[in-house]
């Protein structure tokens, strides 16, 4: 069973650009999260979308949005950058709302210059 | 709110030496608890979890950890670490009724020396 994909592996976007970033869930899998990983805050939880609907939210501003389709596959996306949000962004999977047990993406490194 | 201490940000071991890695953590209730791995540039891949029942669980590459609910404590042992185990170990808990599904600690990096 193929694992989470994310992409791109990396991207670099200047000041003031958007960034839409790609989720593909294990197959069966309902839930998607999103974790925003940065050396001096760590994981830090962005949102959780399931059934096409966001049920949670991390305390991040609007800029930060996301969606997920039909088929689960989820994109989170990124209005006018700023050099803070340089991180690793990492997509987990689980099987249902309830299932706390997540499986991870290998992430994109966004770098924002 | 629950939340997690590494208080280890980093651990330096000898090959071969015996390695544990230190989680305490704070929630109300029962806690569903989780030891991930992630190597450098790479996601996190679960090594371990407590949900009830037994409370010392085996993990994978030799890991295991122990629930101990008096000193709220879940801490990672492993007898013989090996180089390939030099990463970031980070503890989580996790939670039914909270905002998110997993709260994680801050981490502890494993080093390896020959």
Not at chain 1, 79 to 108: H, N, P, Q
Request: hydrophobic share 30%.
């Amino acid at each position: 069973k193929a694992g989470v994909t994310q992409t791109p592996r990396y991207l670099i976007k200047t000041r003031g650009q958007q960034v839409t970033l790609s989720c593909s869930p294990i197959s069966g899998h309902r839930s998607v999260s999103w974790y925003q990983q940065t050396p001096g805050q760590g994981l830090q939880f962005l949102f959780e979308y399931f059934s096409e609907t966001q049920r949670n939210k991390g305390n991040f501003p609007g800029r930060f949005s996301g969606r997920q389709f039909s088929n689960s596959r989820s994109e989170m996306n990124v209005s006018t950058l700023e050099l803070g949000d340089s991180a690793l962004y990492l997509c987990a999977s689980s099987r249902d709302r309830e299932d706390e047990k997540l499986f991870f993406g290998s992430g994109t490194q966004l770098s924002v210059l | 709110a629950q939340s997690v201490t590494q208080p280890d940000i980093h651990i330096t071991v000898s090959e071969g030496a015996s390695l544990e890695l230190r989680c305490n953590y704070s929630y109300g209730a029962t806690p569903y608890l989780f030891w991930y791995v992630q190597s450098p540039g790479q996601g996190l891949q679960l090594l371990l979890k407590y949900f009830s029942g037994d409370t010392l669980v085996q993990g994978i590459k030799g890991f295991e950890a122990e629930f101990k609910r008096s000193q709220s404590s879940f801490n990672l042992r492993k007898p013989s670490v090996h180089w390939s185990d030099a990463a970031e170990y980070f503890c989580a808990v996790g939670s039914n009724f909270g905002n998110e599904k997993l709260t994680f600690g801050t981490g502890t990096r494993l080093t390896i020396i020959p």
